[in-house]
Each structure stands twice: as C-alpha cells, then as structure tokens.
C-alpha cells in the first residue's frame, strides 16, 4: 500500500500551533518544497525543532521571514540576523541546546528512553533547572526525551513504502527525528517502488514514515 | 604583525601539534586554517560535526556539491576513505572521546582552562552549536585566538566573565603572541611568537602566567 | 484437540487481531505460526528482533542465505520493502512504541495482566533476550499459550509465581480453550474454542474470570 | 596508512583475562576466523560481552566449547546446552541484561553518555540493586554504559581504513560495539582499497576501527 500523498494532500494534515521537528544543517538536508507549501498556506504559531536558523531566505529561515515561527528549539542562530533580530525583541522564543544534547533528546524520545546522562554543559548556563548527578565520580545532567506532532523529513531517494536514503551531509538530524514525532512526512527527491532500494542501504525505515511526498533536488 | 599573519602564524604552529593518525575537529575561522598546513602525509583524519569524517579541500569553482558542506556551511570535498553519517553518530563520535583532537576559537580562557565562546542568545550572542559537546568530549582541546581584543584587552583571564562553554577542558592555547599549556599547576607559558618578548606577553594577560626557565620561540 | 491443532486454532485466531498497515512482531514457537495466516492483502510488516523489517517466509531448501535468519536462527527470506538495521535500531523500534502488536509465549499470565516468559538461569532457564523489551515497548501485547502446563495445572493464575517478563502489560490471552482480555477490571472471558464451555475454561484457570452475559465461540 | 594486518599479528594483541565485545545473534555477525584463531591460541579467562549462547559448535560456542571464557555478559542462553550446563554448575558467571538494556549500556559507553534510562525491566528481577527513577509519572531503570578491552566485528565489506558494511541481519551489534572498545580488531570477508565503499553506504567509520583482517564468508 503505498503512501504517496501530493504536498497539498501532505500539508493539509499540518495546522497551526503544531510542534514540527525539522532536519537539516544550515538548511542541508532540509524539506524546500515542503517548506514552501508551508509558507504559502500560512500555518502559524508553529514550534520548530531546528538545529540552527539557518540563513534568511533559506529553509527554516523562510518559516521565520513568513512570520510562521513562534517558538525554536536548537543550538545556534548567529548565521540568521533576522532570527537573531526576533529573538532579541522576543518575538520568537528560543530554547537552546548543546547539539549532541539536542539529537539525544530526540533519539530519546524515538528509542523509548526516560532520558540520557550527558556530561556535555556541566558546570555552564545549560545545567540550570536540570537534575545532576554523579557517577563514578564523574557529572551528569539529565536530559529528557524530546518529541514532536510532525516531523518533515527530506531524502534524496524514498521508496512507495516509506524507506528512505540520504545522501552526504543531507542525513544529519534526519534519521533521528523520523522515530520522534507523531506525523512523519518526507519530502523525496527520487520516488522509487518498494523494493527497489537495496535493504542494505535503506537508512529510515519505511515503517516510521508515514507520508511521502515527491519533492525535488 | 598584520591579522592575516597572525592567524596564519597561529594556524602553522598548530597544524605541528597533531600527531599520525588522528581524528581532528577544526572550529570555524582560524582552525580552519589549520587545514591549510596539513598534508596527506601526516595521515590525519577531519571530522565535519554535521555529519561525516575525511574532510577534503574546498572544491573547484563549479564543482560545488549541495550536500556537501563542512560546519560553516561552506562547500567542500571528501577524501579516499571518507564516510557520512547523522547527527547521532556525529555527536557520539565527538561526546564518546574518539576525535583526538578540537581546535576551536575563544572569547576567553582561564587559569583554570575554561573557556567562553558562545553567549547567552538574549544578550546577543548566537548559541553553543556543536561546541560544547566538542570541547567536553576531545581528548585534546586547543583554542586558537588572538591574544587580545580588538581594544587590547586581555582575552586569557583569570577567571571568564562570560558564559561559560566547559570547565577546566582546555589544554593549549595558541595565540599570535604566545604558546600557554594548561597544566594543574596553571597556565605555563611554553614559547613567544617571534618578535615577542615574554614581558611583552605578560602586560597582555590577565591571568596569572607561570614563566618557567625556557620559553622558545613560537614555531610555525 | 491435539497440539499442533491447538498451535494452529491460536495462531489462526490471533491473526484475525492484526489491522492493515500494522508493525508486528512475532516470538518463537505457536506465534511463529501467525504468519502463516497472514496474507499480502493484511498489509502486516513483521519485525525481527536480530536486525530487520519485512519478514518474509522460508527460503526454498538449498536458497539459504548464511546472514538472513530470524530471532529464532532459522533462514528466512525478506518481502520488497524490507530494511536491515543494527540492534540498537531495532530495540529503538520496539521500546520506542513503534510496534504495533506483539506476539510471544508465556508460562504464566496473572490478574494484572503480567506475564513470566523466562527464568533465571540459576534455576535452568535461558534468559530473557528481546522479550521484555517487546513486552515493555509494543503497543499491544499478545500471549499465545496452552492454557495448561502439561500436567493440567493452570498457566493463567491470580499472581505470578515466577520471576516476571514485565508488569501489567498483556492485553490479550489467547489459548487452546480461550480469548481473555486483560482489563482494568481484571480478566474477561471473550470467547471460548468450539467444543470448549465456559465451566470448562473456568475449571483450568487459576485466575479470577469475569464472564460476560455473552462469551462467543472462538472463530479462527 | 593501511590498518590491515593478518590474523596472527592482530590476534597477538590479545591476552589473557580481557573483556571482549562479540557481535552476533546466534553465531550471524560473529568474525569466524577470528574465533577460530583465539581458539587455536588458547586465550582464555575471557569475560565476553554477547548476545546469546549460540550453538555449540558455532562462534561464541566454540570460545565456551574451548574453555576460554570466565564469564558472559549478555541476554539469553537457551540455544546452548553445554553453556547452560556450564552455568547451572557455576563454571561459568552469567550477567544477564534485556536485549535492548545491553545494546544501550554499550552506545552509552560508545557515546560518552553517563548512563540511560529505560523502561524495560521495572518491576521485575532486572531491577536489583539499580537506581529507580520516576519521570512524569513513568518509572525508569538507569542503565550505566559497558565497556570492552576489545571488539572483534566481522563486516562484508572493509576497505583498509576500516570503513565498514555489513549485510542482512550480520550488522546487529557490529556497529554499536565498534564504538565502545579500546581496540577494535574487524575480520572482513572482501577487503577493497580506502576510497572504493560509497561514503553513504559505509556503517562503521574507518575511524573507530585500529586493525583489519582477512577473514571468510
């Protein structure tokens, strides 16, 4: 049973308010063609989950230009002086990560787990508000598990049954963020039948996904 | 000495730090400089925290792949070797003890080897990125930055003032004037850029220097 | 009813409880043989604890292959649309509520709905393996089982005597004689096997059974 | 630099009494000539990190079979009667985990975290002398990470940085136990040039892998 939806189909399960966990790297590996039929429907107040702001006119960047944006969860904003603009007169809010803190979170939440112990902001403005602990004589802070509503993924080849492939440095938080969130949506630039990709190099399951989309490069 | 050439001086004297067959972050600005001085002999390998190790040269003029960018966001290439991965493994990678060696830039170190480097967004600043989890999780963590501010204010302190991206994580610090080695006792001053006497770097630093009977000249 | 007739009543019976599009696993032993009576058209994908999606049936003697066997070390074939991935994925996929129903074995079931599925190797049982985490981590949990040992003595009983696999998370109990859904208010008799009565089921169990002004046959 | 090695020199790197990562799921994923080797040696006092018993005359079995091994540390032994056997009369120590607890304890240790908390467990005899923790009204076992001397992988595919590929259902631990030893030794069926694998087809990075050997099908 194949789950190819147009963008329009795709899109009309989104609505506002939503928390929408978004991959990508200063807007590699980021959905374009999905974030377009965002920004022209308008669905707004959203909290995005977001590595960094991207750059203005680029994927997340163009939620935050659209007005779309009421709240982002990440690590880094400094390469999107609009953002970084919102943020200081709080318009948008912001919640700050380390980034291997923010990736834990989610897988987190996508494996199943209570929370991870990391050492990584110990002693630093991150630990404020969080259980610390020791062990072996050695400090941790507890980070619990982040999840989403909906998740928008973008691959460079998806199968009819949800299987995806990434490819170079367009994978980062992609993998991850596909276990993690209610909705799953990827935007593919390749759309190929269900078997055609070799189940060896199949690097999301197509049993996470729920939607896919055909996108482009 | 003009800015080029000091972060160049910087660079160089940095590049013979790493030893054969390590595994090195490069921070965005003068670490990735350090690139520059590294040749395939040295069989060093270069992790990109967004998602994979065998970090090549940026391409030719037209070559640009999309998916192929390093931290900065720049395009680059890839080595013999390279492979990719997600962020996951990226993190696990840095967090778990196996890059041997960060280079990364600074806003401050102290006596004890902390160091600022990010600021808290709502004072302006841009966020911790992968930073944290890199200088927590090196073996080796070398901070490359001038030596002072732009106003001449020291930058090595005795204690930062800022925001903080670690504790006491800090091992070297490679500036234009100076090579200063954390150390349990404090931060040593090991050689002087050439063209700097160790009183010169003394009048330039906050903290408190341990000045022992051989400082050599800076190397690069 | 001989075993392998009983195997197959449950096997049938519990395949009517899949839904389209579902993710299922299936433990070794009786609900191994639900998917025999799972078709094309159900639309199941069946996980495999050791690595995989897309289960698919026995390879046609001679067509093994040495790395595709199931949980149970038997060669099997995978369908189109099947992945391969390592084990912290595959328990990720099962603790994370990304399976839909799991299927497995018990050697008692109780009130609460807890189950005992291994003992400790001290007393000269196995070990748990991947099933607690399918019992903690699956949507819906599913126990096919003789609803007596061998002796007659009941496996469906008041409390668990032996060492539990979890607490509280079986939602289904499928048997030679019964369908009993485990409930907040304890334990429903659904239906019984043709030829079976509800005193009959009543007589082998240990347990409290709430029975309802209508119990059905068991349709398989 | 070529990190190959033959199996006498890479087997030379162990000795006596260390902990040994072994991958696996009832002998698939095992190295076999690897084990064939340390049998051959006779290195022994072994506390070996493995999912399951195995057979008898298959991978892990052979090292048991061979009376190399003090102690395993794994999930479930019901496929091999003389370790059974070996168990019940307290020849050999047994430190069982659930399968998902096991492969987390070691990402843990792979990844730098302190500890995890799952689910999986509470309420039953896996929760012995474990922190107990409660998370939005939801109980949790902290799990703390498990490390190793040494890992033996066995991949299809390894090129001669030790980038990695596995195949089928012989990837399971292989990936997450490359990560989490402090030599990691990968028997490989085909060896190829570094630069040969496609980047986004490798599974374990050459970089956490010091010593490649030749190995069988």
């Keep these: ?207 996470f996904v729920d939607v896919v989309v055909r996108g482009c490069e | 000495m003009g800015a080029d050439v000091s972060r160049e001086l910087i660079a160089r004297r940095i590049a013979r730090e790493l030893k054969g067959g390590e595994v090195v972050n490069l921070g965005i600005g003068t670490p990735t400089l350090v690139a520059n001085y590294i040749t395939p002999e040295m069989n060093i390998t270069l992790h990109s925290e967004n998602g994979f190790v065998g970090l090549g040269p940026a391409p030719a003029p037209g070559e640009e792949i999309s998916d192929l960018v390093n931290a900065g966001g720049q395009p680059v290439t890839v080595l013999p070797g390279a492979c990719f991965f997600d962020t996951a493994m990226s993190f696990a990678i840095i967090r778990g003890g196996h890059i041997d060696v960060t280079v990364l830039g600074a806003l401050e170190v102290d006596e004890e080897g902390s160091l600022a480097n990010w600021w808290i967004p709502a004072k302006g600043g841009p966020g911790m990125g992968g930073g944290m989890d890199l200088v927590v999780g090196a073996k080796r963590v070398i901070v490359a930055m001038e030596h002072t501010r732009k106003d001449g204010t020291p930058k090595i302190v005795p204690r930062c003032t800022m925001p903080v991206t670690a504790k006491g994580e800090v091992d070297l610090i490679v500036t234009d004037m100076a090579v200063i080695e954390v150390t349990r006792e404090g931060l040593v001053l090991r050689e002087v850029a050439p063209g700097v006497s160790v009183s010169d770097v003394l009048a330039k630093t906050a903290a408190r220097l341990i000045v022992p009977d051989e400082v050599k000249e800076m190397v690069a």
Tied chains: 1, 4.
């Design chain 1, 1 to 207: 049973m194949s789950k190819v939806k147009s963008i329009a189909e795709a899109v009309d399960l989104l609505h506002d308010g939503m928390t929408v966990m978004l991959p990508g790297f200063l807007g590699v590996g980021t959905p374009k063609a999905f974030i377009d039929a965002i920004c022209a429907k308008g669905i707004r107040d959203l909290t995005v989950i977001y590595n960094d702001g991207a750059f203005p006119d680029v994927g997340f960047g163009k939620l935050v230009r659209r007005g779309l944006v009421r709240k982002l969860i990440g690590t880094h904003i400094g390469t999107n002086p609009e953002l970084v603009k919102l943020v200081a007169e709080k318009k948008i809010d912001l919640e700050l990560y380390p980034q291997g803190t923010l990736v834990e979170k989610i897988r987190a939440a996508g494996a199943g787990l209570g929370g991870v112990l990391t050492p990584t902001g110990v002693g630093t403005a991150v630990e404020e508000g969080k259980t610390i602990m020791e062990i072996g004589g050695k400090t941790y802070l507890l980070e619990l598990p982040l999840h989403a509503d909906v998740a928008l993924l973008y691959a460079h080849i998806g199968d009819t049954f949800g299987n995806l492939v990434y490819r170079r440095a367009a994978r980062n938080f992609n993998p991850i963020m596909a276990t993690a969130a209610d909705l799953v949506i990827a935007e593919v630039a390749n759309l190929v039948e269900a078997g055609e990709i070799d189940p060896d190099h199949v690097m999301t399951p197509g049993i």
